[in-house]
């Protein structure tokens, strides 16, 4: 079947985060559709409006949108029906529902959820953890980690660490080096929730091979060679298995899927405590 082509309309009277990310999960449920995203963001004024709406003349398709301002929401509505554009407002029945169950009316201030609050500052805290305990730096400062992400080269451990930031979790990361001990000491009196993460050694080999590439690196012969790495995976576990930590195979996981996993057993730890 051939894949139709779907132009996207969102728009957001804010960063457009919101409703991009609700149209790209719906969207991949429909693999025979390519979708051409339109990104409307910070749409407030009467002049983002006509830009949005010759936009919709060149290119109709759907809209989506994340509008707080009723009268916005009219004119966007009301055109869109005009020009024959099917539109929805994404934050429409989670709005309605919550109003409902609380009984209370909202706030409509665009941007509310990117407010400079304690959480925003604790994210951007994370985030600095995160880069300033990559890769093995500062492991005398782990105290201050919520957890430790372990592995061998690429694995996925870096962007898992920083999307776990971005959740707010302080995630270091330390990657497993053939013929270098791991250096327990660092977790000695810590009580720090330690993860493993794996990968198939062939899946591995052929990551590296890529990574060498794009380096142009000749000289490291056995970063790719397939039985290394099978060893270096075999050592990785029995280390994982000798400390009791949970493993993740990250093989065909993104790092979304990655993190979730990490975060459940995360919570689950963190009920024993």
């Not at 301002?69 to 029906?81: A, F, G, K, P």
Request: hydrophobic share 40%.
């Amino acid at each position: 079947m051939p894949q139709q082509t779907l132009h996207i309309h969102l728009v957001s009277d804010s960063t457009g985060e919101t409703v991009q990310q609700v149209a790209r999960a719906c969207l991949a449920q429909f693999t025979d559709v390519k979708p051409v995203e339109h990104v409307w963001t910070l749409v407030r004024t009467k002049a983002h409006l006509e830009a949005l709406f010759a936009g919709l003349e060149r290119h109709p398709g759907i809209l989506l949108m994340s509008i707080i301002d009723q009268d916005l929401r009219t004119t966007i509505e009301s055109v869109c029906s005009t020009k024959g554009v099917p539109s929805v407002s994404v934050l429409d029945p989670v709005v309605n529902l919550l109003t409902t169950v609380l009984g209370q009316t909202i706030t409509n201030l665009p941007g509310s959820q990117r407010r400079l609050d304690t959480a925003y500052f604790a994210r951007m805290a994370a985030v600095d953890f995160a880069v300033s305990h990559d890769d093995g730096m500062n492991m005398g400062d782990l105290k201050k980690a919520d957890m430790l992400i372990v592995g061998v080269s690429r694995t996925s451990k870096t962007p898992t660490s920083m999307y776990l930031a971005h959740r707010g979790y302080k995630a270091a990361n330390y990657a497993l080096v053939p013929q270098v001990p791991f250096p327990q000491h660092y977790l000695d009196g810590l009580n720090l929730f330690v993860v493993g993460l794996t990968n198939d050694p062939k899946r591995l080999s052929q990551i590296r091979r890529t990574r060498q590439a794009a380096m142009m690196d000749r000289t490291n012969d056995s970063y790719a060679d397939i039985e290394k790495i099978t060893e270096e995976v075999r050592n990785a576990r029995r280390l994982f298995n000798n400390n009791g930590w949970p493993v993740i195979d990250v093989t065909r996981r993104s790092v979304e899927e990655t993190a979730a996993g990490i975060l459940q057993y995360y919570n689950n730890w963190c009920e024993r405590q």
